[in-house]
């Protein structure tokens, strides 16, 4: 039985106005006029495609990972504010920012627990081998597994992604 998601392509609209609000408050350097930003200029400044935000705000695809990751860097913003799953903007980068791995691993040997431990709790929809490749390849999973192991262990998806030092943020 796969523990895959149903579909690989997951669409919002909350968050397809949170980037569309974002990219709308980017002003063009040395504009005097206020120009606003164009998508393409976002997508560059972001460093990922413009197809990445093209699909985002023409139809609410939520991209990789590494892709939202980016974008939280850029505004300096949690993973949750990005995806309008809080209002909250507040958020502090951690100084020494950790690996989605390092991270992981911590988490499952400060709680004493084994990879089974994580994957037989019935509200994961992974298999145990995908974290064995995460942390094999060190490999970022869908966001939607971020979010599923950051519940698991009550922390915040950036703290398990490396991103804060806050577990709570």
């Not at 994580?118 to 390849?137: A, D, E, G």
């Amino acid at each position: 039985m796969s523990k895959m998601p149903e579909d690989s392509i997951k669409t919002s609209a909350a968050f397809q106005n949170r980037i569309k609000e974002i990219i709308a408050d980017e002003e063009v350097e040395g504009s005097d006029e206020g120009k606003k930003c164009s998508n393409a200029e976002f997508a560059m400044r972001v460093g990922v495609s413009k197809t990445v935000i093209s699909n985002i705000t023409a139809h609410g695809i939520i991209p990789s990972t590494l892709s939202l990751i980016k974008i939280a860097d850029y505004k300096n913003k949690s993973i949750e504010y990005i995806l309008a799953k809080t209002d909250n903007s507040a958020f502090e980068k951690s100084e020494h920012p950790a690996t989605f791995h390092v991270r992981l691993l911590e988490l499952i040997h400060e709680k004493g627990l084994k990879i089974s431990d994580i994957t037989n709790n019935p509200k994961i929809t992974f298999s145990r081998n995908s974290i064995h490749v995460w942390l094999k390849r060190k490999n970022i999973p869908a966001i939607e597994y971020v979010f599923q192991l950051a519940d698991f262990f009550n922390v915040s998806p950036d703290y398990l992604l490396g991103r804060t030092d806050d577990r709570t943020n």
